[in-house]
Nanobody
Framework: QVQLVESGGGLVQAGGSLRLSCAAS????????MGWFRQAPGKEREFVAG????????AYVDFVKGRFTISRDNAKNTVYLQMNSLKPEDTAVYYC???????????????????WGQGTQVTVSS
């Protein structure tokens, strides 16, 4: 069983930055693909960014490209999401997810991820 714990959310003004962290339990973290999803009130959960187990490939949804950066530190069992130039429409609960199936591509569908964190709220004021 993998446990994921997100942190780093909060309230920020438009144009500001936040860095989310997701700490994972277990020694197999370095074999997991990792992803960040978000869910705004009344909307479906959507893919934001993902990274392969090796860190060799990343993927982003179009509306965060150039603003968000996903990275991982396998020595610390942690994945990060650096969010810059935040907009009010980025307001959502952000979830970290782990894909335990070793893949060469980044999973972009929530069904590809077996483990989920509890989420962290990000609120961007205008």
């Amino acid at each position: 069983q993998v446990q994921l714990v997100e942190s780093g959310g909060g309230l920020v003004q438009a144009g500001g930055s936040l860095r989310l962290s997701c700490a994972a339990s277990g020694r197999a973290f370095s074999t997991y693909g990792m992803g960040w999803f978000r869910q705004a009130p009344g909307k479906e959960r959507e893919f934001v960014a993902g990274i392969t187990w090796s860190g060799g490939a990343t993927a982003y949804v179009d509306f965060v490209k150039g603003r968000f950066t996903i990275s991982r530190d396998n020595a610390k069992n942690t994945v990060y999401l650096q969010m810059n130039s935040l907009k009010p429409e980025d307001t959502a609960v952000y979830y970290c997810a782990a894909d335990a199936v070793i893949q060469s591509h980044v999973g972009v569908r929530w069904g590809e991820y077996e483990y989920w964190g509890q989420g962290t709220q990000v609120t961007v004021s205008s």
